[in-house]
């Protein structure tokens, strides 16, 4: 059978428990799609399916494919699981979860949301704003809204918002009609040699907007090059007296016809940043638009918001009805996201895995008034860990202590010699004498830290794994452990 959408159904995915892959089967059984699903363990996203009618197998067994017409895998389903078998043995057609995006997006009219970092946060503002102005927009983003509860939704409305994977290519299925490109910087080192690479990829991309489409970049963040990609006319955006603003404003043109200049004709100028968030002015090609007020921390969100506008004005939310609902918008889980606190003592988690990241969120944390920040960061990934091993040492030089773990392994396989220690080596070849730690085993960063946390004190757990226990487990050791969901981004 096929549903009205011309998606052939049912429709069960192998290795549903991601937040990408539970959002779009969320999405295809919303919109009356018979859905199922499978994982190795259970977890929130599965819970949910399970809550909203999808039934989800723990384990894998090629029984469980059943009656299915079309089969979805996550990137991190191995040739050899039986329910992939079990499909190929069928000559079922067996989609890549962009493949099954992209299929979804061609109901709605779609925002793509890419780049190295920022695109959970960036597209759950456009998400949000969408949603506070009753344009009924359908989103998959990679992490729960902490104002909806849920990393995806369907209205409608007719657009969707979407999360754009570089990590492996896939982007490359999507057609969306609006583009944002946060940053480009060399990551995912499996997959690509160098940094080359990951720009032939964003180039591709964005070459594939329609002549009336729209691509957002940010100027200064290693997007530049995508200027001339494009038929679809483009807005650069950056912050006033920066590198992405050091040229006159208005320089920002369509595709291959402009675009050329170093400016960024949609800026921001900063009256306050701080731990809890943001103040700033924006103004299109020097002309004041008016003041946004941000309850998210950091200058990165501050661009963030920036992208969010340019994409949002595209959708017919302009400036004046969504800079007022900015200021409503209270981040996305694991973005700067408190956990709880005990005796003056905060636990605040974020989920940075990249240098780059780290560095923001460090720079967020340290704008505030705590007496020491001190950070917990658990790598992600073995081969990332190798090559970035001394950018990440010098990003964590920047807390006042630092703990470092093992790795957490996620798709890869354990590679000989590398290890968390690692970065301890490379940070103290920036900070000799630390103070900075080893600790492999999060069980043991918990003790460190219940012996030696004071009022006045931040724990700061970073990293895309599990760290996030370390906090919870610290608070609960710490004899006040925060009810799970109470707390705000960054209050």
Partial sequence: MRHETGIPQPVHFIGVGGAGMSGIAAVLSRLGVVVSGSDLKASRYTRHLEECGVPVYIGHDAAQVGAAALVVISSAIPPGNPELQEARRRGLPVLQRAEMLARVMTTRRGVAVAGTHGKTTTSSMISHVMLRCDRRPTFLVGGDLNDVGSNAGVGDGEWLVAEADESDGSLLFLRPEVAVVTNVELDHHANYRCLADVRDVFRRFVALLPPGGLLVAARGAGADFLAGETEAAIVWYGLEGGAAASAPAGSAGAGRAGGHDDAANLTAQIAHVDDRGSVFEVRRDGRRLGRVELHVPGEHNVLNALAALAALAHTGVGFDEAAPQLSTFSGAARRFQEIGRHDGIVVIDDYAHHPTEVAATLKAA????????????????????????????????????????????????????VTGKLIVDAYLLERPGGPVYYLPRLGDAVRHLQARVRPGDLVLTIGAGDVPHVGERLLAALGDAAPPGDAGAGR
Avoid at 371 to 394: C, D, K, M, N, W
């Fill in 366 to 417: 340290r704008s505030g008034s705590y007496r020491r920040v001190i950070a917990v960061f658990q790598p992600h990934l073995f081969s990332r860990t190798r090559y970035l091993q001394r950018e990440f040492g010098r990003a964590l030089t920047m807390a006042d202590e630092t703990i470092v773990t093992d790795i957490f392994p996620a798709r890869e396989e354990p590679e000989p010699g």
